[in-house]
T-cell receptor, first 116, second 113 residues
Framework: GENVEQHPSTLSVQEGDSAVIKCTYS??????FPWYKQELGKRPQLIID?????GEKKDQRIAVTLNKTAKHFSLHITETQPEDSAVYFC???????????????FGQGTTLQVKP | KAGVTQTPRYLIKTRGQQVTLSCSPI?????VSWYQQTPGQGLQFLFE???????NKGNFPGRFSGRQFSNSRSEMNVSTLELGDSALYLC????????????FGPGTRLTVL
């Protein structure tokens, strides 16, 4: 069935360092990949997403890369700051236009700790 | 625009009871999805509603049900509660079925005793 594997489960970095979180998906039909950030006790927030017709997307300090052949995608955070500390979730779904189901398959999450 | 809102934020029930959770999407959003979040299973899709119709359902028992009203607000119901139903229930809205971006509400924390 559909599955998204996410690694690592925890990640600790020094402020200013880069952080990389990797996800692998099983359904080759998946073509939309969002990333969510969830701070303790708060709602998941969409921080960046990528579609399968694009290999990389950047937004200030965050970027996402996609390798369709290998069926994996990664989140890159540069110049990390303490406020980046949170749980990050990757997800995958299949964009079928008007037949979209809205079903996101989530990875298990990565707890990122940025040490000052 | 106001974000997705959910009520109540916290709920304590006992086994065997039933519960109804409510979700109001972002104004103009017509699709609402529900997810269950637990430490062990992570975020799991429950179902999605659009135009008052359930479009897709995850692998949950029939005790979990939902509905959507004409103003796009949605409710989910869990009957005959079990201890394992304790979780954070999140809803997410999107503009329409042709849009991918989903925006989450703060969730309802359900504790079953």
């Amino acid at each position: 069935g559909e599955n998204v594997e996410q690694h690592p489960s925890t990640l600790s970095v020094q402020e200013g360092d880069s952080a990389v979180i990797k996800c692998t998906y099983s359904d080759s039909a998946s073509n939309y990949f969002p990333w969510y950030k969830q701070e303790l006790g708060k709602r998941p927030q969409l921080i960046i997403d990528i579609r399968s017709n694009v290999g990389e997307k950047k937004d200030q300090r965050i970027a996402v890369t996609l390798n369709k052949t290998a069926k994996h995608f990664s989140l890159h955070i540069t110049e990390t700051q303490p406020e980046d500390s949170a749980v990050y979730f990757c997800a995958a779904t299949t964009d079928l236009g008007s037949s979209n189901t809205g079903k996101l398959i989530f990875g298990q999450g990565t707890t990122l700790q940025v040490k000052p | 625009k106001a974000g997705v809102t959910q009520t109540p934020r916290y709920l304590i029930k006992t086994r065997g009871q039933q519960v109804t959770l409510s979700c109001s999407p972002i104004s103009g959003h017509r699709s609402v999805s529900w997810y269950q979040q637990t430490p062990g299973q992570g975020l799991q899709f429950l179902f999605e509603y659009f135009s008052e119709t359930q479009r897709n359902k995850g692998n949950f028992p029939g005790r979990f049900s939902g509905r959507q009203f004409s103003n796009s607000r949605s409710e989910m119901n869990v009957s005959t509660l079990e201890l394992g139903d304790s979780a954070l229930y999140l809803c997410a809205s999107r503009m329409g079925v042709e849009y991918n971006e989903q925006f989450f509400g703060p969730g309802t924390r359900l504790t079953v005793l």
